[in-house]
């Protein structure tokens, strides 16, 4: 038996497509920036932070990275409401990317955090910088360069671990290969092209990452 491919659907369903390659990319881009600003204060606090603050952080760092993503998701959207606290689709699959590559990127920043010297400390204090001005000049510049790569890796996946949002109903590029699916019967067609929209976004973001690097760290890009 052969199977014959039949895309003929694409030009009917293009708007559903794009509407999730749209909220795919926005999810990844409000995820990355709240994410990593988490992830900075994650690491600072367990590097440099007061030491009454650490278990806490611990505790949160520990939870994220020893539990699926999709139960965080799930709690979040289905558990939070049982509080009072009531929040869209869109939103909670937000909240759950920013906490999830809070942990992540917490860690990997705190490695390059913790291989500064300490003599650098000492440098920063000589030139009568303020802590916090030692830590964004002297410690957190040169920690990000150090992880760069890392962190850029586990950016792209949240990514596409965003692709579960689509559990809750938020629209992604998932949730329209489903719809897709759903009513032109073509599954293996639906999701041979979500493969590949985000094999491209993955690619994308690779490349945007790499240029944002160079950007920062024009050093890095010169060697």
Not at 127 to 156: D, G, Y
Request: charged share 15%; net charge positive; with cysteine.
């Amino acid at each position: 038996m052969t199977y014959r491919f039949d895309y003929s659907w694409i030009a009917e369903y293009w708007p559903v497509i794009l509407k999730g390659l749209v909220t795919t990319v926005e999810l990844t881009l409000i995820g990355t920036l709240f994410g990593v600003a988490l992830g900075i204060a994650c690491a600072w606090t367990r590097s440099l932070g007061p030491r009454w603050l650490r278990p806490p952080v611990v505790a949160y760092v520990e939870l994220i990275r020893n539990t699926p993503f999709l139960i965080q998701l799930f709690f979040i959207f289905f558990g939070l409401p049982s509080l009072g606290v009531q929040m869209t689709e869109f939103q909670a699959a937000v909240l759950a990317m920013v906490i999830n590559l809070g942990a992540y990127s917490g860690e990997i920043i705190r490695a390059g955090i913790e291989a500064t010297p300490r003599g650098q400390f000492e440098a920063g204090a000589s030139l009568a910088m303020t802590r916090f001005e030692t830590f964004r000049h002297v410690v957190l510049i040169p920690a990000l360069q150090r992880i760069w790569p890392a962190l850029s890796s586990q950016i792209v996946i949240v990514m596409l671990g965003s692709s579960v949002v689509s559990q809750i109903a938020a629209e992604d590029i998932t949730f329209a290969a489903n719809f897709i699916q759903s009513r032109t019967f073509r599954a293996f067609e639906s999701y041979f092209l979500t493969t590949g929209l985000y094999l491209l976004l993955a690619l994308a973001l690779r490349q945007a990452l790499r240029g944002v690097g160079n950007k920062l760290f024009p050093r890095r890009a010169a060697r």
